[in-house]
Protein backbone atom coordinates (compact mmCIF):
# COMPACT_ATOMS: atom_id res chain seq x y z
CA UNK A 1 0.00 0.00 0.00
CA UNK A 2 1.25 3.70 -0.73
CA UNK A 3 1.65 5.95 1.78
CA UNK A 4 -1.72 7.87 0.36
CA UNK A 5 -3.57 4.69 1.22
CA UNK A 6 -2.62 4.49 4.67
CA UNK A 7 -3.57 8.01 5.04
CA UNK A 8 -7.01 7.36 4.07
CA UNK A 9 -7.27 4.44 6.06
CA UNK A 10 -6.28 6.71 9.29
CA UNK A 11 -8.81 9.04 8.20
CA UNK A 12 -11.51 5.93 8.28
CA UNK A 13 -10.94 4.83 11.92
CA UNK A 14 -10.80 9.04 12.54
CA UNK A 15 -14.55 9.14 11.54
CA UNK A 16 -15.54 5.14 12.46
CA UNK A 17 -14.56 2.46 15.17
CA UNK A 18 -14.64 -1.15 14.53
CA UNK A 19 -17.14 -1.73 16.69
CA UNK A 20 -19.68 1.54 15.62
CA UNK A 21 -22.33 -0.62 14.38
CA UNK A 22 -23.09 -2.41 17.57
CA UNK A 23 -23.37 0.69 19.24
CA UNK A 24 -25.11 3.01 16.61
CA UNK A 25 -27.46 0.12 16.64
CA UNK A 26 -27.80 0.03 20.45
CA UNK A 27 -28.23 3.88 20.99
CA UNK A 28 -30.63 4.14 18.34
CA UNK A 29 -32.83 0.92 20.24
CA UNK A 30 -32.53 3.07 23.41
CA UNK A 31 -33.99 6.70 21.91
CA UNK A 32 -36.20 5.48 19.78
CA UNK A 33 -37.44 1.75 18.71
CA UNK A 34 -38.43 1.31 22.72
CA UNK A 35 -40.99 4.31 22.42
CA UNK A 36 -41.82 2.88 18.94
CA UNK A 37 -42.75 -0.29 20.98
CA UNK A 38 -44.72 0.70 23.77
CA UNK A 39 -45.92 3.47 21.08
CA UNK A 40 -47.72 0.54 19.03
CA UNK A 41 -48.82 -2.08 21.99
CA UNK A 42 -52.54 -2.34 22.13
CA UNK A 43 -53.53 -0.54 25.42
CA UNK A 44 -54.72 -2.81 28.67
CA UNK A 45 -58.45 -2.77 28.51
CA UNK A 46 -60.20 -3.98 31.89
CA UNK A 47 -63.56 -5.43 32.50
CA UNK A 48 -65.31 -4.71 29.41
CA UNK A 49 -63.26 -1.57 28.44
CA UNK A 50 -64.50 0.11 31.84
CA UNK A 51 -61.30 1.07 33.20
CA UNK A 52 -58.36 1.66 29.95
CA UNK A 53 -54.19 1.88 30.58
CA UNK A 54 -52.97 4.16 28.83
CA UNK A 55 -49.20 4.55 28.86
CA UNK A 56 -46.23 7.68 28.24
CA UNK A 57 -43.18 8.39 27.61
CA UNK A 58 -40.09 6.24 29.12
CA UNK A 59 -37.08 7.19 30.79
CA UNK A 60 -33.72 5.06 30.99
CA UNK A 61 -31.65 6.38 33.50
CA UNK A 62 -27.87 5.93 34.13
CA UNK A 63 -26.39 2.02 35.11
CA UNK A 64 -26.91 2.09 38.87
CA UNK A 65 -26.91 -0.88 41.50
CA UNK A 66 -29.49 -1.66 44.02
CA UNK A 67 -27.66 -2.48 47.30
CA UNK A 68 -28.91 -4.74 50.35
CA UNK A 69 -29.98 -2.18 52.35
CA UNK A 70 -32.48 -0.82 49.78
CA UNK A 71 -30.22 2.10 48.59
CA UNK A 72 -29.24 3.01 45.00
CA UNK A 73 -25.70 3.82 44.19
CA UNK A 74 -24.07 4.13 40.83
CA UNK A 75 -22.13 1.38 39.00
CA UNK A 76 -19.19 1.75 36.58
CA UNK A 77 -18.21 -1.66 34.37
CA UNK A 78 -15.00 -2.70 36.33
CA UNK A 79 -17.31 -2.87 39.97
CA UNK A 80 -20.03 -5.03 37.61
CA UNK A 81 -17.46 -7.08 36.61
CA UNK A 82 -15.70 -7.53 40.39
CA UNK A 83 -18.52 -7.86 41.99
CA UNK A 84 -20.88 -10.26 39.31
CA UNK A 85 -23.49 -7.78 38.76
CA UNK A 86 -25.47 -6.56 36.07
CA UNK A 87 -24.37 -3.44 34.70
CA UNK A 88 -27.38 -2.37 33.58
CA UNK A 89 -29.89 1.19 33.92
CA UNK A 90 -33.58 1.44 35.70
CA UNK A 91 -36.56 2.10 33.27
CA UNK A 92 -39.55 4.29 34.02
CA UNK A 93 -42.94 4.15 31.92
CA UNK A 94 -45.10 7.02 32.18
CA UNK A 95 -48.49 5.13 33.03
CA UNK A 96 -52.37 6.12 33.99
CA UNK A 97 -55.32 3.77 34.94
CA UNK A 98 -58.41 5.49 33.86
CA UNK A 99 -61.89 5.05 34.33
CA UNK A 100 -64.81 5.46 32.04
CA UNK A 101 -64.50 9.09 31.13
CA UNK A 102 -61.68 9.95 33.52
CA UNK A 103 -58.12 11.03 32.44
CA UNK A 104 -56.31 11.10 35.22
CA UNK A 105 -52.58 12.28 34.86
CA UNK A 106 -49.71 10.40 33.86
CA UNK A 107 -47.32 8.94 36.67
CA UNK A 108 -43.67 7.48 36.34
CA UNK A 109 -43.19 3.54 36.98
CA UNK A 110 -40.61 1.60 37.98
CA UNK A 111 -40.95 -1.37 34.82
CA UNK A 112 -37.65 -3.09 35.25
CA UNK A 113 -33.69 -3.06 33.80
CA UNK A 114 -32.49 -2.94 30.38
CA UNK A 115 -28.62 -4.01 30.01
CA UNK A 116 -26.52 -1.43 29.06
CA UNK A 117 -23.83 -1.25 26.13
CA UNK A 118 -20.30 -0.14 26.70
CA UNK A 119 -19.67 3.41 25.58
CA UNK A 120 -23.19 3.48 24.56
CA UNK A 121 -25.13 6.77 24.92
CA UNK A 122 -26.55 5.98 28.66
CA UNK A 123 -23.31 4.20 29.75
CA UNK A 124 -20.89 6.13 32.03
CA UNK A 125 -18.01 5.40 29.93
CA UNK A 126 -19.61 7.64 26.96
CA UNK A 127 -17.49 10.52 25.77
CA UNK A 128 -14.94 10.15 28.45
CA UNK A 129 -10.91 10.70 27.78
CA UNK A 130 -8.53 8.28 27.87
CA UNK A 131 -7.09 9.86 31.50
CA UNK A 132 -10.55 9.27 32.70
CA UNK A 133 -10.95 5.90 31.61
CA UNK A 134 -8.14 5.11 33.20
CA UNK A 135 -9.49 6.85 36.85
CA UNK A 136 -12.31 4.30 36.37
CA UNK A 137 -9.81 1.19 35.73
CA UNK A 138 -10.79 0.68 32.25
CA UNK A 139 -9.05 0.13 29.07
CA UNK A 140 -8.72 3.51 27.06
CA UNK A 141 -8.18 1.14 23.72
CA UNK A 142 -11.31 -1.10 24.38
CA UNK A 143 -13.91 -0.10 22.02
CA UNK A 144 -16.92 -1.18 23.81
CA UNK A 145 -19.76 -2.75 22.21
CA UNK A 146 -20.63 -5.23 24.85
CA UNK A 147 -22.89 -6.12 27.60
CA UNK A 148 -21.98 -7.43 31.75
CA UNK A 149 -24.52 -9.62 33.25
CA UNK A 150 -23.74 -11.49 36.07
CA UNK A 151 -19.99 -10.21 35.77
CA UNK A 152 -19.20 -11.72 32.83
CA UNK A 153 -18.87 -10.23 29.33
CA UNK A 154 -20.96 -10.40 26.42
CA UNK A 155 -20.95 -10.18 23.01
CA UNK A 156 -23.95 -9.74 20.82
CA UNK A 157 -23.26 -11.33 17.25
CA UNK A 158 -24.57 -10.07 14.36
CA UNK A 159 -27.10 -12.24 12.64
CA UNK A 160 -26.82 -12.64 8.47
CA UNK A 161 -30.83 -13.37 6.73
CA UNK A 162 -32.57 -13.25 3.45
CA UNK A 163 -33.21 -9.68 3.18
CA UNK A 164 -37.12 -8.73 4.38
CA UNK A 165 -40.22 -7.31 2.04
CA UNK A 166 -37.91 -8.77 -0.98
CA UNK A 167 -39.60 -10.65 -3.77
CA UNK A 168 -37.03 -14.03 -4.08
CA UNK A 169 -37.01 -15.55 -7.08
CA UNK A 170 -35.69 -19.30 -7.32
CA UNK A 171 -35.40 -22.22 -9.93
CA UNK A 172 -36.19 -25.17 -8.96
CA UNK A 173 -34.31 -28.25 -10.75
CA UNK A 174 -33.81 -27.50 -14.81
CA UNK A 175 -35.26 -24.88 -16.94
CA UNK A 176 -36.74 -27.36 -18.84
CA UNK A 177 -38.73 -28.51 -15.52
CA UNK A 178 -40.58 -25.40 -15.53
CA UNK A 179 -40.62 -25.24 -11.84
CA UNK A 180 -40.47 -21.87 -9.99
CA UNK A 181 -40.65 -20.17 -6.88
CA UNK A 182 -41.04 -16.67 -5.78
CA UNK A 183 -40.52 -15.71 -2.26
CA UNK A 184 -41.28 -12.64 0.21
CA UNK A 185 -40.67 -12.79 3.64
CA UNK A 186 -42.78 -9.94 4.52
CA UNK A 187 -42.05 -8.83 8.23
CA UNK A 188 -44.34 -6.41 10.31
CA UNK A 189 -43.28 -5.31 14.30
CA UNK A 190 -41.49 -8.66 14.85
CA UNK A 191 -44.36 -10.90 13.51
CA UNK A 192 -42.65 -12.51 10.32
CA UNK A 193 -44.55 -14.09 7.47
CA UNK A 194 -43.35 -16.53 4.79
CA UNK A 195 -45.65 -16.16 1.72
CA UNK A 196 -44.76 -18.59 -1.51
CA UNK A 197 -45.80 -18.51 -4.59
CA UNK A 198 -44.76 -21.40 -6.51
CA UNK A 199 -45.51 -22.37 -10.32
CA UNK A 200 -44.99 -26.34 -10.86
CA UNK A 201 -47.22 -28.84 -12.65
CA UNK A 202 -50.08 -30.06 -10.65
CA UNK A 203 -50.38 -33.91 -9.65
CA UNK A 204 -54.24 -33.58 -10.90
CA UNK A 205 -55.66 -31.57 -13.46
CA UNK A 206 -55.18 -28.24 -11.12
CA UNK A 207 -53.80 -24.94 -11.29
CA UNK A 208 -50.10 -24.19 -11.78
CA UNK A 209 -49.85 -21.16 -9.89
CA UNK A 210 -50.12 -22.05 -6.55
CA UNK A 211 -49.86 -19.98 -3.21
CA UNK A 212 -49.44 -20.01 0.40
CA UNK A 213 -48.93 -18.12 3.54
CA UNK A 214 -49.08 -18.56 7.19
CA UNK A 215 -52.21 -20.10 9.21
CA UNK A 216 -53.65 -21.31 5.70
CA UNK A 217 -53.49 -25.10 5.41
CA UNK A 218 -51.62 -26.24 2.17
CA UNK A 219 -51.52 -24.45 -1.10
CA UNK A 220 -54.43 -22.23 -2.85
CA UNK A 221 -54.67 -21.59 -6.34
CA UNK A 222 -53.55 -17.47 -6.67
CA UNK A 223 -56.68 -16.66 -8.67
CA UNK A 224 -58.58 -17.82 -6.23
CA UNK A 225 -56.75 -15.73 -3.72
CA UNK A 226 -56.40 -12.61 -6.34
CA UNK A 227 -60.28 -12.56 -6.38
CA UNK A 228 -60.81 -12.83 -2.21
CA UNK A 229 -58.65 -9.52 -2.31
CA UNK A 230 -61.17 -7.99 -4.79
CA UNK A 231 -59.63 -8.87 -8.42
CA UNK A 232 -63.09 -10.50 -8.76
CA UNK A 233 -63.30 -10.38 -12.86
CA UNK A 234 -61.23 -12.84 -15.34
CA UNK A 235 -60.11 -9.86 -17.34
CA UNK A 236 -59.24 -7.70 -13.80
CA UNK A 237 -57.03 -10.81 -12.76
CA UNK A 238 -55.31 -10.82 -16.55
CA UNK A 239 -54.80 -7.42 -16.67
CA UNK A 240 -53.48 -7.04 -13.68
CA UNK A 241 -50.85 -9.89 -14.19
CA UNK A 242 -49.65 -8.98 -17.48
CA UNK A 243 -49.75 -7.52 -21.24
CA UNK A 244 -48.05 -10.33 -23.02
CA UNK A 245 -50.68 -12.38 -24.62
CA UNK A 246 -48.69 -15.53 -23.94
CA UNK A 247 -48.65 -15.20 -20.53
CA UNK A 248 -52.24 -14.23 -20.25
CA UNK A 249 -53.28 -17.72 -22.11
CA UNK A 250 -51.42 -19.60 -19.32
CA UNK A 251 -52.94 -16.94 -16.65
CA UNK A 252 -56.86 -18.16 -18.28
CA UNK A 253 -56.07 -21.58 -17.88
CA UNK A 254 -55.58 -21.57 -14.40
CA UNK A 255 -58.27 -18.97 -14.13
CA UNK A 256 -60.07 -22.19 -15.81
CA UNK A 257 -59.25 -24.46 -13.13
CA UNK A 258 -59.84 -22.62 -10.32
CA UNK A 259 -63.37 -21.47 -11.65
CA UNK A 260 -64.22 -25.24 -10.96
CA UNK A 261 -62.68 -25.42 -7.18
CA UNK A 262 -64.94 -22.48 -6.88
CA UNK A 263 -68.41 -24.27 -8.66
CA UNK A 264 -69.06 -25.11 -5.14
CA UNK A 265 -69.48 -21.68 -3.94
CA UNK A 266 -70.90 -19.88 -6.62
CA UNK A 267 -74.43 -19.09 -7.47
CA UNK A 268 -75.04 -19.44 -11.16
CA UNK A 269 -78.10 -17.58 -11.24
CA UNK A 270 -76.12 -14.56 -9.69
CA UNK A 271 -73.71 -14.71 -12.14
CA UNK A 272 -76.18 -14.93 -15.36
CA UNK A 273 -78.96 -12.59 -13.96
CA UNK A 274 -77.32 -9.81 -11.62
CA UNK A 275 -75.42 -6.65 -12.74
CA UNK A 276 -71.84 -6.47 -12.86
CA UNK A 277 -71.48 -4.78 -9.54
CA UNK A 278 -73.30 -7.70 -7.81
CA UNK A 279 -71.62 -10.44 -10.15
CA UNK A 280 -67.98 -8.88 -8.35
CA UNK A 281 -69.28 -9.04 -5.15
CA UNK A 282 -70.34 -12.36 -5.32
CA UNK A 283 -67.14 -13.91 -6.98
CA UNK A 284 -65.11 -12.38 -4.11
CA UNK A 285 -67.39 -13.77 -1.24
CA UNK A 286 -67.15 -17.13 -3.12
CA UNK A 287 -63.26 -17.22 -2.93
CA UNK A 288 -63.48 -15.62 0.55
CA UNK A 289 -66.01 -18.59 1.36
CA UNK A 290 -63.17 -21.17 -0.12
CA UNK A 291 -59.90 -19.69 2.29
CA UNK A 292 -62.47 -19.96 4.79
CA UNK A 293 -63.21 -23.42 4.12
CA UNK A 294 -59.50 -23.95 4.40
CA UNK A 295 -58.21 -21.98 7.45
CA UNK A 296 -61.66 -22.99 10.06
CA UNK A 297 -62.85 -26.21 8.64
CA UNK A 298 -66.20 -27.44 10.36
CA UNK A 299 -66.63 -24.20 11.69
CA UNK A 300 -70.19 -22.28 11.24
CA UNK A 301 -70.67 -20.00 8.41
CA UNK A 302 -70.23 -16.63 9.58
CA UNK A 303 -67.10 -17.67 11.21
CA UNK A 304 -65.15 -19.30 8.48
CA UNK A 305 -66.24 -16.11 6.86
CA UNK A 306 -64.46 -13.60 9.46
CA UNK A 307 -61.60 -16.04 9.94
CA UNK A 308 -61.18 -15.93 6.56
CA UNK A 309 -60.63 -11.86 6.05
CA UNK A 310 -59.00 -11.56 9.53
CA UNK A 311 -56.22 -14.38 7.61
CA UNK A 312 -55.88 -12.15 4.82
CA UNK A 313 -55.88 -9.01 6.37
CA UNK A 314 -53.46 -10.32 9.35
CA UNK A 315 -50.93 -12.62 7.94
CA UNK A 316 -50.95 -11.78 4.04
CA UNK A 317 -47.66 -9.65 3.22
CA UNK A 318 -48.16 -7.98 6.55
CA UNK A 319 -45.66 -5.30 5.58
CA UNK A 320 -48.28 -3.51 3.30
CA UNK A 321 -50.57 -2.76 6.21
CA UNK A 322 -53.24 -5.31 8.05
CA UNK A 323 -56.33 -2.84 7.33
CA UNK A 324 -58.90 -4.31 5.07
CA UNK A 325 -58.55 -1.28 2.55
CA UNK A 326 -54.90 -2.41 1.59
CA UNK A 327 -56.63 -5.59 -0.14
CA UNK A 328 -56.12 -4.11 -3.36
CA UNK A 329 -52.63 -3.42 -2.91
CA UNK A 330 -51.74 -7.00 -2.08
CA UNK A 331 -53.20 -7.88 -5.51
CA UNK A 332 -51.19 -5.82 -7.26
CA UNK A 333 -48.00 -6.51 -5.73
CA UNK A 334 -48.96 -10.28 -5.92
CA UNK A 335 -49.87 -9.86 -9.61
CA UNK A 336 -46.23 -7.91 -10.52
CA UNK A 337 -44.77 -11.03 -8.57
CA UNK A 338 -46.62 -13.44 -10.24
CA UNK A 339 -45.31 -12.09 -13.69
CA UNK A 340 -41.62 -11.70 -12.39
CA UNK A 341 -42.45 -15.74 -11.55
CA UNK A 342 -44.07 -16.62 -15.27
CA UNK A 343 -40.65 -14.53 -16.75
CA UNK A 344 -38.10 -17.19 -15.16
CA UNK A 345 -40.16 -19.79 -16.21
CA UNK A 346 -40.25 -18.50 -19.51
CA UNK A 347 -35.98 -17.92 -19.31
CA UNK A 348 -37.13 -14.07 -20.17
CA UNK A 349 -35.61 -12.92 -16.74
CA UNK A 350 -32.84 -14.85 -14.52
CA UNK A 351 -33.80 -16.26 -11.12
CA UNK A 352 -31.77 -14.16 -8.02
CA UNK A 353 -29.05 -15.55 -6.55
CA UNK A 354 -29.84 -15.97 -2.67
CA UNK A 355 -26.45 -15.75 -1.97
CA UNK A 356 -25.98 -12.55 -3.60
CA UNK A 357 -24.84 -9.93 -0.70
CA UNK A 358 -27.91 -7.42 -2.05
CA UNK A 359 -30.29 -10.34 -0.69
CA UNK A 360 -28.75 -10.31 2.65
CA UNK A 361 -29.33 -8.32 5.77
CA UNK A 362 -27.00 -7.84 8.40
CA UNK A 363 -29.06 -7.73 12.14
CA UNK A 364 -26.79 -5.97 14.62
CA UNK A 365 -27.70 -5.82 18.50
CA UNK A 366 -30.19 -3.10 18.50
CA UNK A 367 -32.37 -4.87 15.83
CA UNK A 368 -31.78 -8.24 18.35
CA UNK A 369 -32.33 -6.28 21.11
CA UNK A 370 -35.71 -4.51 19.47
CA UNK A 371 -36.79 -8.43 19.00
CA UNK A 372 -35.87 -9.34 22.28
CA UNK A 373 -37.41 -6.21 24.40
CA UNK A 374 -40.98 -6.52 22.35
CA UNK A 375 -41.53 -9.85 23.64
CA UNK A 376 -40.37 -9.10 27.13
CA UNK A 377 -43.11 -5.91 27.44
CA UNK A 378 -45.72 -7.95 25.39
CA UNK A 379 -45.27 -10.61 28.91
CA UNK A 380 -45.19 -7.20 31.23
CA UNK A 381 -48.45 -6.18 29.90
CA UNK A 382 -50.01 -9.61 30.32
CA UNK A 383 -48.65 -10.04 33.39
CA UNK A 384 -50.12 -6.74 34.48
CA UNK A 385 -52.91 -7.36 33.13
CA UNK A 386 -53.57 -10.67 34.97
CA UNK A 387 -52.57 -8.66 38.36
CA UNK A 388 -55.27 -5.71 37.91
CA UNK A 389 -58.35 -8.84 36.82
CA UNK A 390 -56.78 -10.38 39.72
CA UNK A 391 -57.29 -7.19 42.26
CA UNK A 392 -60.80 -6.24 40.52
CA UNK A 393 -62.48 -9.63 40.88
CA UNK A 394 -61.04 -9.23 44.48
CA UNK A 395 -62.36 -6.35 45.06
CA UNK A 396 -59.57 -4.33 45.92
CA UNK A 397 -58.84 -1.01 45.01
CA UNK A 398 -56.71 -0.83 41.63
CA UNK A 399 -52.81 0.13 42.04
CA UNK A 400 -50.72 0.67 38.71
CA UNK A 401 -47.80 0.40 40.99
CA UNK A 402 -48.57 -3.07 42.63
CA UNK A 403 -49.67 -4.29 39.19
CA UNK A 404 -46.41 -3.95 37.63
CA UNK A 405 -43.97 -6.87 38.48
CA UNK A 406 -40.21 -5.36 37.32
CA UNK A 407 -38.83 -8.79 37.26
CA UNK A 408 -41.21 -9.86 34.13
CA UNK A 409 -38.88 -7.54 32.15
CA UNK A 410 -35.89 -7.74 33.80
CA UNK A 411 -35.80 -11.33 33.61
CA UNK A 412 -37.00 -11.99 30.31
CA UNK A 413 -33.92 -10.11 28.28
CA UNK A 414 -31.40 -11.01 31.31
CA UNK A 415 -31.70 -14.38 31.02
CA UNK A 416 -31.26 -14.12 26.75
CA UNK A 417 -28.31 -11.79 27.09
CA UNK A 418 -26.97 -14.36 29.64
CA UNK A 419 -27.74 -17.81 28.08
CA UNK A 420 -27.76 -16.56 24.34
CA UNK A 421 -31.21 -18.48 23.95
CA UNK A 422 -33.08 -15.79 22.02
CA UNK A 423 -36.71 -15.25 21.23
CA UNK A 424 -37.79 -16.88 18.13
CA UNK A 425 -35.90 -20.32 19.12
CA UNK A 426 -32.32 -18.71 17.96
CA UNK A 427 -29.79 -20.21 20.18
CA UNK A 428 -26.01 -18.61 20.60
CA UNK A 429 -26.95 -14.90 19.56
CA UNK A 430 -24.94 -13.77 22.92
CA UNK A 431 -21.67 -15.05 23.05
CA UNK A 432 -19.09 -14.93 26.43
CA UNK A 433 -16.63 -12.39 24.69
CA UNK A 434 -13.43 -13.86 23.62
CA UNK A 435 -10.81 -12.22 25.82
CA UNK A 436 -7.86 -14.23 24.51
CA UNK A 437 -5.79 -11.47 23.02
CA UNK A 438 -7.21 -7.86 22.07
CA UNK A 439 -7.04 -9.02 17.95
CA UNK A 440 -10.03 -11.92 19.32
CA UNK A 441 -12.01 -9.17 21.52
CA UNK A 442 -11.96 -7.12 18.13
CA UNK A 443 -12.93 -10.05 15.44
CA UNK A 444 -15.41 -11.73 17.83
CA UNK A 445 -17.39 -7.81 18.16
CA UNK A 446 -17.30 -7.95 14.06
CA UNK A 447 -18.57 -11.80 13.66
CA UNK A 448 -21.23 -12.42 11.42
CA UNK A 449 -23.69 -15.61 11.68
CA UNK A 450 -25.43 -16.96 8.79
CA UNK A 451 -28.57 -19.11 10.56
CA UNK A 452 -28.27 -22.34 8.22
CA UNK A 453 -28.08 -25.65 10.05
CA UNK A 454 -24.48 -26.83 10.79
CA UNK A 455 -25.32 -30.30 9.71
CA UNK A 456 -26.12 -29.67 5.98
CA UNK A 457 -23.58 -29.15 3.52
CA UNK A 458 -24.62 -25.51 1.96
CA UNK A 459 -21.84 -25.58 -0.17
CA UNK A 460 -23.04 -22.53 -2.09
CA UNK A 461 -23.57 -20.63 1.20
CA UNK A 462 -20.43 -21.39 2.64
CA UNK A 463 -18.48 -20.34 -0.74
CA UNK A 464 -16.77 -17.30 -1.12
CA UNK A 465 -19.43 -15.20 -3.00
CA UNK A 466 -17.69 -12.50 -5.45
CA UNK A 467 -20.45 -9.87 -3.77
CA UNK A 468 -18.63 -9.79 -0.34
CA UNK A 469 -15.64 -8.28 -1.47
CA UNK A 470 -14.76 -5.18 0.93
CA UNK A 471 -17.58 -6.43 2.88
CA UNK A 472 -16.34 -9.70 4.61
CA UNK A 473 -13.48 -11.11 5.19
CA UNK A 474 -11.97 -13.82 2.62
CA UNK A 475 -10.00 -15.52 5.12
CA UNK A 476 -11.12 -15.52 8.45
CA UNK A 477 -13.63 -17.97 9.15
CA UNK A 478 -13.53 -21.51 11.12
CA UNK A 479 -12.44 -24.60 9.85
CA UNK A 480 -15.10 -28.13 10.33
CA UNK A 481 -18.57 -27.72 10.61
CA UNK A 482 -19.05 -23.77 10.85
CA UNK A 483 -16.72 -22.85 7.83
CA UNK A 484 -18.31 -20.58 5.49
CA UNK A 485 -21.43 -19.77 8.26
CA UNK A 486 -19.36 -18.06 10.82
CA UNK A 487 -17.69 -15.16 9.03
CA UNK A 488 -16.06 -11.73 10.40
CA UNK A 489 -16.53 -8.02 8.54
CA UNK A 490 -13.27 -6.89 6.55
CA UNK A 491 -11.64 -4.33 8.11
CA UNK A 492 -13.17 -1.33 6.40
CA UNK A 493 -16.85 -2.87 6.24
CA UNK A 494 -19.21 -0.21 7.80
CA UNK A 495 -22.80 -1.38 8.31
CA UNK A 496 -25.38 1.12 6.91
CA UNK A 497 -28.84 1.85 9.19
CA UNK A 498 -31.82 1.91 7.90
CA UNK A 499 -33.96 4.79 7.25
CA UNK A 500 -37.72 5.94 8.04
CA UNK A 501 -39.73 5.08 5.20
CA UNK A 502 -41.71 8.46 5.07
CA UNK A 503 -38.39 10.28 4.99
CA UNK A 504 -37.69 8.22 1.62
CA UNK A 505 -41.18 8.73 0.01
CA UNK A 506 -41.41 12.77 1.35
CA UNK A 507 -37.65 12.99 -0.81
CA UNK A 508 -39.06 11.43 -3.55
CA UNK A 509 -42.48 13.22 -3.43
CA UNK A 510 -40.01 16.76 -3.57
CA UNK A 511 -38.22 15.49 -7.30
CA UNK A 512 -41.12 14.61 -8.96
CA UNK A 513 -43.88 16.84 -7.38
CA UNK A 514 -46.36 13.76 -7.58
CA UNK A 515 -47.95 11.87 -4.41
CA UNK A 516 -46.86 8.28 -3.27
CA UNK A 517 -50.48 6.21 -2.58
CA UNK A 518 -49.03 3.78 0.27
Not at 46 to 61: A, F, H, N, P, W
Not at 249 to 274: C, Y
Request: net charge negative.
Amino acid sequence: MTVNNWKLVDAFFDKYDLVDHHIKSYNDFVNNRIQNIIDITDPISLDDGKYTLKTGKIRIEKPSNKEADGSRSIIDPTEARLRNLNYSADMYLEMALNEEGEDNPLEEVYIGELPVMLKSDICHLNGLSDEELIKKHEDPQDLGGYFIVNGSERAVVTMEEIAPNKIILERIGEVEDRHAKAVVTSIKSGFKARITLEYKKPRKNKAFLRISFPYLPGEIPLVILLRALGLSTDQEIITAISDDNNFQMMIADDIQVSSEELNNFIDQSIIRNGDKDEVRQHLQDAAIKYIGNRVAKNMPKDYRYKRAKDVINRYLLPHMGIEEDKCHDKAIYLAEMTEMLLEVIEEKRDPHDKDHYTNKRLRVSGDLMEDLFRVAFTNLTRDMSYQLERSLSRGKELSIKQAVRSDVLTENIKHAIATGNWVGGRAGVSQLLDRTSYMGTLSHLRRVVSPLTRSQPHFEARDLHPTQFGKICPNETPEGPNCGLVKNLALLCNISEGSDDQKIIDVIEQMDGIEIRR
